[in-house]
């Protein structure tokens, strides 16, 4: 038979761990928002705020949305990782895979 003492003790334990749980998953989710912007920051942020050479800015929603509708999100992904015509190959980032780039021009069409 369990005390009621005993019964508090694991009720805490288990209320302790799922705030845990919880708190570990809100952290994961928002470190992947907080690495877009990071690399966002790091690598194409140089000409996305100004419109340095052209760029579209982050932030003109219109014109990325025209942009994705006329080329597509796997054409602009492709695009990046090519290079265009005064933007270099890989848009500054070496370490990004395709799934970054579609978040990146997610992110800037925002």
């Not at 003492?5 to 994961?28: E, K, N």
């Amino acid at each position: 038979m369990f005390s009621i003492t005993t019964l508090f003790d694991r009720a805490q334990r288990v209320l302790i761990s799922g705030a845990a749980a919880l708190i570990l998953s809100s952290t994961m989710i928002t470190g992947a928002a907080a690495d877009i912007a990071a690399t966002y920051n790091n690598s194409c942020a140089a000409c996305h705020d100004s419109g340095a050479l052209n760029a579209i800015k982050k932030g003109d929603s219109a014109k990325w949305q025209q942009l994705i509708k006329q080329k597509s999100m796997p054409t602009l992904i492709n695009s990046v990782k090519s290079g265009m015509t005064q933007m270099p190959a890989g848009g500054l980032c070496d370490s990004c895979s395709d799934d970054d780039y579609r978040q990146l021009i997610e992110y800037m069409s925002k």
